[in-house]
């Protein structure tokens, strides 16, 4: 099992950059595909990237200016945004799962979930 633990959210103005980083538990953490959802107020949680080995997927709407990365010998992942617009403004949350399902843009595919970071872009 991992415990995902986010942080690095924060208040950014438009077009501005901030690092998301994802601390996860567990002696097999290099093995498990990692995940980034977010959600807005009201709105469905989505998709926006995972990494799997070598493995990389990106959610159309920020492919070219969000980066995801992982460290294997810290245990973590991390979240790059860049060119952030209102839209991002959300909770993102880090998730895990032994592998990469099919249906990895489907938040049932993930089994491990962590609390959730805030990230306000403002306008």
């Known amino acids: 099992q991992v415990h995902p633990v986010e942080s690095g959210g924060g208040l950014v103005q438009a077009g501005g950059s901030l690092k998301l980083s994802c601390a996860a538990s567990g002696r097999t953490f290099s093995g498990y595909a990692m995940a980034w959802f977010r959600q807005a107020l009201g709105k469905e949680r989505e998709f926006v990237a995972t990494?799997?080995?070598?493995?990389?997927y990106y959610a159309e709407s920020v492919q070219g200016r969000f980066t995801i990365s992982r460290d294997n010998f810290k245990n973590t992942v991390a979240l790059q945004m860049n060119s952030l617009k209102p839209g991002a403004t959300a909770v993102y949350y880090c998730a895990a799962n032994v592998n990469l399902r099919r249906d990895y843009v489907s938040g049932e595919a993930w089994d491990y979930w962590g609390q959730g970071t805030q990230v306000t872009v403002s306008s």
């Open positions: 990494i799997s080995g070598r493995i990389i």
